[in-house]
Nanobody, 125 residues
Framework: QVQLVESGGGLVQAGDSLRLSCAAS????????MGWFRQAPGKERESVAA????????YYADFVKGRFTISRDNAKNTMLLQMNSLQPEDTAVYYC??????????????????WGQGTQVTVSS
């Protein structure tokens, strides 16, 4: 059974940092794109960042550029999202996702096949 498990969320103040982790089990994703998404209350899910299988290419939504960094450790089957300078508008449930097909680079959520259960990030002003 394939599972993606996010961790690292929490309650922080504006300007603080958090690091989210996504641990995969049940199969390896060393040849697969992975990404982070978020969904705030009353809003649609949106793409935050994505990374290719090798980590050589990344994508960031405009609203996180310069503040968030996505990375992966294929040896550990994990993906990270370092979030700096957090703002109240970053408050959301953050989800990690993985592609089932090899060597693609995905940004749109509709193309990802595996999803975690989400971790809450709350930023107070």
């Amino acid at each position: 059974q394939v599972q993606l498990v996010e961790s690292g969320g929490g309650l922080v103040q504006a300007g603080d940092s958090l690091r989210l982790s996504c641990a995969a089990s049940g199969r390896t994703f060393s040849s697969n794109a992975m990404g982070w998404f978020r969904q705030a209350p009353g809003k649609e899910r949106e793409s935050v960042a994505a990374i290719t299988w090798s980590g050589s290419n990344t994508y960031y939504a405009d609203f996180v550029k310069g503040r968030f960094t996505i990375s992966r450790d294929n040896a550990k089957n994990t993906m990270l999202l370092q979030m700096n300078s957090l703002q109240p508008e970053d408050t959301a449930v953050y989800y990690c996702a993985a592609d089932s097909r090899d060597y693609r680079f995905l940004v749109d959520s509709e193309e990802y096949d595996y999803w975690g259960q989400g971790t809450q990030v709350t930023v107070s002003s």
